[in-house]
Nanobody, 120 residues
Framework: QVQVVESGGGTVQAGGSLRLSCTAS????????MAWFRQAPGKGREAVSC???????YYGDFVTGRFTISRDAAKNTLYLQMNSLNSADTAMYYC??????????????WGRGTQVTVDS
């Protein structure tokens, strides 16, 4: 059984940083495409960032250079380094893995999310 687990969320002051992590049991991330999504209260889910099989990365327009997605295959872990956080970044953040090779992904495997709250 596949289980995807996010961690690293919390409450931070505006301008602060957080690093989210995503690991899995029963699933090898390998070079499959991986992504971070987020959903704020009362809003739809939006794609934050994606990394494809080759390591090429993509970001939502709202990221504006503040976030960095990365992966460590040896640790079977996906990361999202988030800097210069603001209140608009407050949301539940989800990790997703795809079965293909390229971004964007629809998400074949999902975690339950980790809450990020930014106090202004």
């Amino acid at each position: 059984q596949v289980q995807v687990v996010e961690s690293g969320g919390g409450t931070v002051q505006a301008g602060g940083s957080l690093r989210l992590s995503c690991t899995a049991s029963g699933l090898i991330f390998g070079n499959r495409p991986m992504a971070w999504f987020r959903q704020a209260p009362g809003k739809g889910r939006e794609a934050v960032s994606c990394i494809d099989w080759s390591g090429r990365t993509y970001y939502g327009d709202f990221v504006t250079g503040r976030f960095t997605i990365s992966r460590d295959a040896a640790k079977n872990t996906l990361y999202l380094q988030m800097n210069s956080l603001n209140s608009a970044d407050t949301a539940m953040y989800y990790c997703a893995a795809g079965n293909g090779t390229h971004c964007p992904i629809r998400g074949d495997y999902w975690g339950r999310g980790t809450q990020v709250t930014v106090d202004s």
